[in-house]
């Protein structure tokens, strides 16, 4: 009986799971990292695939140019106002298919208000593809959870 196939096999097997580990901590720290530094267009560059499809929480479609563009030069009084918002991703979900990872968390966004912080939930499902080497978000689904009533 010729064993080399079982061996070739019990090989992938052992030694494909740490990659597959540390792409779901790759993945993770590039999202922390991200939401971190949200107002840094170097971190918006990074972090979307040219070809981006983006559905925002409010039915709005566009892509990686349009985001960028959000960076050109405003004034101050635009950059105080945003400068306040903060981001977390909490109950982060990563699954991997090969070189296709679909990330879901929720987005706990935190701003102050006059009561103290005002904070809003948002569930977001994006979809990453490695390419040479680097993860880079291809498609992004953003939905609003509404205020409990």
Same mark, same amino acid.
């Given at each position: 009986?010729?064993? =080399?196939?079982?061996? *070739?096999?019990? *090989?992938?097997?052992?030694? $494909? %799971?740490?990659?597959? @580990?540390?792409? +779901? !901590? %790759?993945?993770? %720290?590039?999202?922390?990292?991200?939401?971190? #530094?949200?107002? /840094?267009? @170097? %971190?918006?560059? =990074? *972090?979307?695939?040219?070809?981006?499809?983006?559905?925002? /929480? $409010?039915?709005? =479609?566009f892509g990686k @140019? !349009?985001?960028?563009? #959000?960076? @050109?030069p405003a004034d101050a009084t635009e950059q105080d106002s945003t400068a306040a918002q903060t981001y977390a991703a909490e109950d982060i979900d990563v699954r991997l298919f090969d070189t296709t990872a679909?990330?879901? *968390? +929720?987005?706990? #966004?935190? $701003?102050?208000g006059q009561d103290g912080a005002e904070l809003t939930y948002y569930l977001n499902t994006g979809t990453f593809v490695k390419r040479a080497g680097q993860w880079r978000a291809v498609a992004w689904q953003a939905t609003k959870i509404p205020e409990p009533k």
């Open positions: 009986m010729n064993t =080399r196939p079982y061996l *070739f096999m019990a *090989f992938i097997l052992l030694f $494909s %799971q740490p990659v597959f @580990a540390d792409d +779901k !901590e %790759q993945l993770t %720290q590039l999202l922390h990292h991200f939401l971190q #530094g949200v107002d /840094s267009a @170097a %971190q918006h560059d =990074r *972090f979307w695939a040219e070809d981006l499809i983006y559905t925002s /929480s $409010s039915g709005s =479609r @140019a !349009e985001i960028m563009a #959000g960076f @050109a679909v990330v879901a *968390f +929720k987005l706990v #966004g935190s $701003s102050a």
